[in-house]
């Protein structure tokens, strides 16, 4: 397992990293979620003792990393993708890795298999795409069959079976008792891929907690009704003192009553529904709620944002689309 305690990093006066404490335990994959800049890939190099922290401890199976006699048995990572010998083919940057790891040859070939990368092996990696670069950064994480495995954007670049190939890898590491850490910005393969999530905002723990647990408590479940009798719908349900809202188009949204009882009560008055749908929000709205006063970066719809310091996005209209991805305007904050 992986533990922080109390990881702090100040770069000068910037706190990237902010007193985080929390165990990533073995047997799950879990997802490291933040909005850009909040710190993720900064606590995955301390981690790996690629930088000092200010203050606080990380210890990997009970150990420092510094402490570890085997780190490539024990940890593997994908950070950065290029940061590989471009004049080097595939086989030969992991040969390396393994050689001066202590780890046997046949290790190269299993991996550059496992990856897929086999028939491109003898060729120079600086040519790779950037999908087949991230395959080889993967191909060296899991050399050392390590316990502990960490992956930084692990997606990115990756075709769509790409992407389906490393979610059932994480699934399968995780499943053989492994501890999987993963950063991602892609929502809905992280819902699909996570059991459990580590959400930090400005450095600092937001959630600790399962997937369905996160959903559940960062964002609104409801019944949407639609009925060609909406008036009278209405009157029933007020009549039964279950509160509903009507949005635009007509719709009632009813919270926190199970569609089944929404449905019988229907039937007992013989109102026609012609819809009757439980609407349960996705990782990426509750991700967006939970985490819209942490966003330092908001991009704009393309409307004119005028020329003066920028304005102080208000909660929920941070957490629109616009605040995620298009990062050119700092937050006035
Ligand atoms: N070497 C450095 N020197 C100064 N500031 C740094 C350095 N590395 C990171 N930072 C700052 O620390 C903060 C956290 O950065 P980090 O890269 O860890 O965030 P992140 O969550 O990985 O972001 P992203 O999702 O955009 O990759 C940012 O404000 C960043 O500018």
């Known amino acids: 397992m992986i533990e922080l305690d109390g990881l702090t990093k100040h770069y000068g006066d910037k706190v990237a990293v902010d007193h985080l404490t929390f165990t990533v335990r073995p047997g799950l994959v879990t997802g490291f979620l933040g909005p850009n800049g909040a710190g993720k890939s900064t606590t995955m190099r301390m981690m790996l003792d690629l930088d000092n922290p200010t203050a606080g401890s990380v210890r990997i199976d009970g150990e420092h990393y510094r402490r570890l006699t085997d780190p490539l048995r024990s940890v593997g990572a994908l950070l950065d993708a290029k940061a590989v010998h ?70 990115n670049g990756l075709d769509p079976e790409g992407i389906h190939w490393i979610r059932n890898l994480m699934k399968n590491l995780a499943a053989q008792g492994r501890t999987v850490f993963v950063s991602s910005h892609l929502m809905s393969e992280m819902a699909l891929t996570a059991d459990h999530l580590v959400v930090i905002g400005r450095g600092r723990l937001l959630a600790d907690t399962s997937m369905a647990e996160f959903i559940r408590g960062n964002s609104r479940s409801y019944v949407r009704l639609r009925s060609p009798e909406a008036e009278r719908l209405r009157d029933v349900l007020h009549a039964e003192r279950i509160a509903a809202t009507e949005a635009a188009d007509g719709t009632l949204e009813v919270d926190g009553v199970p569609s089944e009882r929404l449905g019988e009560l229907a039937a007992r008055h013989g109102l026609v529904l012609h819809e009757l749908s439980p609407q349960q929000a996705s990782l990426e709205e509750a991700f967006m709620q939970l985490t819209a006063e942490s966003v330092e970066y908001h991009a704009h719809d393309g409307e004119p944002v005028g020329g003066g310091p920028a304005e102080p996005v208000p909660p929920g209209v941070a957490a629109g689309p616009g605040g995620w991805g298009g990062d050119w305007r700092k937050k006035g904050s």
Do not use: W
Request: hydrophobic share 40%.
């Open 86 to 155: 471009g004049g080097r083919s595939a086989y030969h940057h992991l040969l390396c890795l393994a050689q001066s790891n202590g780890l046997p040859r046949r290790r190269v070939g299993e991996v550059l298999d496992t990856v897929g990368l086999t028939p491109v092996a003898r060729k120079r990696s600086k040519g790779f795409s950037l999908g087949m670069g991230q395959r080889l950064g993967i191909a060296a994480a899991l050399l050392g069959d390590p316990r502990v495995l960490l992956f930084d954007e692990p997606v």
